[in-house]
């Protein structure tokens, strides 16, 4: 698994400079003129920018960029705004504007880890892997405990292929949180690249109870823990784990889509034969027709 896009959650509890940021209720998703009061033109600018947090939080993307957007406009000077904006165009994945408008943000208040933490996942992005782990470490100096951003560095850290340090930061984060099932699959992805078998079945099994115990569904290791039965020639066992894998979720029958979320070459060479069989490649053309590998 990738980095876990998170800033949204912190930035919407942000004390927006005295500004009052209400709510957004089931009508304010729906499209209407944006209405600025002239009188005070900041906090207008930090309670749109709260609004355009949360809006961006239902995935309402075009109306929470306009309202980032008017906000920056209102109130260039408050870091908030800045932040807001460049994690809103970080999860539409225009990276380059992400990383102008959250180093701006930056530039305003530079103790703000939520703005270095989504510098660093956006430099992942871009595979500038130093800077982000130069960011996110910064982050963790103000915020050291910060599970979502612990398991970022690892990614920077697995993808430079510094792997004892990534699987140093997932063991961090699987003690701080044990439920974050991600850190667990994603040592399991590391030792699979190493040649560890064993030690890969056994973090992506951790990985299974983990996100059962948390009442999730991890199609993840379970599509991992099928390639692995599938290598072994258990077909009837490996093909079952594989379309329950993709009954949760169907993008990890696409290559492309498990390489995004830090599959290894060998992982993928060896899900190629898994993926070719006829019963997961009708669940995957099923459920995902318009696209293509």
């Given at each position: ?69 008017l906000a920056v406009q209102l109130a260039p000077q ?140 991890a199609a993840e290791p379970k599509l991992a823990l ?68």
């Amino acid at each position: 698994m990738r980095d876990r896009l998170f800033l949204f959650a912190i930035l919407a509890g942000l004390t927006c400079g005295g500004a009052t940021v209400a709510p957004v209720q089931a009508q304010a998703l729906l499209p209407h003129t944006l209405k600025v009061n002239f009188t005070n033109l900041e906090n207008q600018g930090l309670a749109l920018a709260g609004d355009a947090a949360q809006l961006a939080q239902f995935r309402q993307y075009e109306l929470a960029l306009a309202r980032a957007k008017l906000a920056v406009q209102l109130a260039p000077q408050a870091f908030q705004t800045q932040a807001i904006l460049g994690s809103i165009y970080l999860r539409q994945g225009e990276y380059e504007k992400a990383i102008a408008i959250l180093n701006k943000s930056y530039s305003l208040k530079q103790d703000n880890p939520a703005v270095l933490f989504s510098l660093g996942s956006a430099y992942i992005r871009i595979q500038e892997y130093p800077k982000a782990i130069e960011n996110i470490k910064a982050g963790l100096k103000i915020v050291p405990k910060e599970p979502t951003a612990i398991f970022d560095l690892g990614n920077a850290y697995f993808l430079s292929n510094r792997y004892d340090e990534a699987i140093e930061q997932y063991e961090i984060v699987t003690n701080l949180d044990e439920k974050f099932w991600a850190a667990a699959n994603n040592i399991g992805l590391v030792e699979y690249e190493r040649g560890n078998q064993d030690k890969a079945v056994r973090f992506w099994e951790q990985a299974v109870n983990q996100a059962e115990k948390g009442d999730e569904q991890a199609a993840e290791p379970k599509l991992a823990l099928a390639v692995v039965l599938y290598q072994a020639g258990n077909r009837d066992r490996a093909l079952k784990l594989g379309e329950e894998a993709l009954g949760i979720d169907p993008r990890y029958g696409k290559l492309d889509f498990l390489k995004e979320n830090l599959w290894g070459e060998k992982l993928l060479d060896d899900t190629k034969p898994l993926l070719a069989e006829e019963t997961l490649a009708e669940i995957v053309a099923e459920s995902l027709p318009d696209e293509e590998e």
